[in-house]
């Protein structure tokens, strides 16, 4: 899925580029080709990164931590950035 849509991202930049510009946009489509560009941009080389937001003591050291403070620190920073794999490769124009 996720070659199919890197081979595609070229094409979805020029589809935003041209709604962006008002180019011979079709208007009754515009909202669907923007949110499968959106999708396709997403699949191939995932959305932009997230800010972390923690409710941390910056006072306390995390060797004064408890376990329990530690795990939980662990849990929501794997939740927050859990890695992604990207793999493929994109043609880029001899421009």
Do not use: F, W
């Amino acid at each position: 899925m996720q070659n199919l849509a890197l081979e595609r991202i070229k094409e979805a930049i020029e589809t935003l580029t041209t709604i962006m510009r008002g180019q011979s946009v079709d208007k009754s489509i515009v909202s669907s080709q923007i949110a499968a560009c959106s999708l396709l941009l997403d699949r191939g080389v995932g959305r932009v990164g997230q800010t972390l937001a923690l409710q941390v003591d910056l006072n306390k050291k995390l060797a004064d931590m408890s376990d329990e403070d530690l795990k939980r620190l662990a849990e929501v920073y794997r939740h927050q950035y859990e890695p992604k794999l990207i793999e493929g490769t994109i043609e880029r124009d001899k421009d």
